[in-house]
């Protein structure tokens, strides 16, 4: 996968140099209409300053902004023992050098996404709901996928491109913003000069319109380079699992889900498996979504029926989207390779309504610090972490149990480690 990874390295400078050059004339612009004539240059300098200082920002720092962003927390095995099996298992069919960290997204809705700097420094975070809902295949399918991510280098273009689509939609609505206060009046234009007027209002809307445009054009900067990518992920996430159903499956419930994702934003939105701000019943444009169709990347994956590799991938999507564009690089495809599709692993059955809803509590507490005591009745007791009493009663059959306030305090202070 070389020409794979080289390529991603070059489409991230193309990105990265690509939004600095939108973040450069916006500060020109901005400078201009601030500091009149002459105050481009100020603007650009300012713009320069923070295009830096953002660069330095996303490389070390992007990912864990972006997973602050997100809500997400660090868990450990003892939280979702299933989780942290299939995580393992990817790392080594990827062959990744280390391990991603894995955190878990407080929320109903169902998602992921991959993010880091290299295969080194990398996660992976869920949902709650996600892991609520998926059988093991589905699950393994879309952990996949992510990893995919990790090892084609896309999590540092998603990365930078997060931050840097954050600052300009940032700086263009402070300064739309700081118009309504200032009416432009801190132009330095001077009306009495020739043509001053005139040349303080067509700067004005120069200034209003790019600073409108500019978040679009940074947005569409990214979509026009990141789309392949997930077609990419699911080639290969198709091939490490064995089994294409297994992550056509798991899309197909993702486009089910009715529940917003609070911690989405337009600038995070790209990052996950799937669209997380598309609403049920509306259709983005092609030349707008974060992503493909998930219709048409379901009907990609069970296409694959004749095996589970590169080429099939390839072949599936020239049969459903009915073109010969080359989607898998020629040094991925190996024609002599055969990857046989396995069959579905036992117990994989789909989870009744009612114990994906109580699944999604249990796991939203346990994120949330809370104690579980097992009743001999068989009730699970939940206790929140800031329980004062030495005894809680059982609702169901009136037991007493005693509150073990060492534990309770353990599991507070493993929490107040992690949030340092």
Known sequence: MWELIRANKRKSFILFFSMGMVLLILGYIIGEMWFGQGGGSVGIFFAFIIWVILS??????????????????????????????????????????????????????PNAFATGRNPENSAVAVTAGLLARMNRDELQGVIAHEMSHIANRDILFMTFAGIMLGSIVLISQVFLRSLWFTGGSSNRYKSSESGGGQGQMIMMIVAIVFAILSPIIAQLLYFAISRKREYLADANGARLTRYPEGLASALEKLSQNTSDLKSAN???????????????????????????????????????????????????????KRKNEKIIPNSAIKAKEKVEIRKPSEGARQASAKKTKRDIGDLMMNLNNYLFITCVCGLKIKVPPDYKKNQIVCPRCGRKHAIPFNELKNIAAVAAAKNL
């Open 56 to 109: 330095i920002i996303s490389y070390y720092s992007g990912s864990s902004i972006l997973l602050s962003i997100s809500n997400a927390k660090e868990v450990t095995k003892s939280v979702h023992p299933q989780l942290f099996n299939v995580v393992e298992e990817m790392t080594i069919a990827s062959s990744l050098p280390k391990m991603p960290k894995i955190y878990i997204i407080n929320e109903e809705a």
């Open 266 to 320: 337009k600038v995070t939105a790209g990052m996950y498996i799937v669209n997380p701000l598309k609403k049920k019943g509306m259709k983005l444009s092609d030349l707008t979504s974060t992503h493909p169709p998930i219709s048409e990347r379901v009907r990609i994956l069970r296409t694959m029926n004749s095996g589970a590799g590169f080429l099939d991938y390839q072949q599936a999507y020239a049969a459903v």
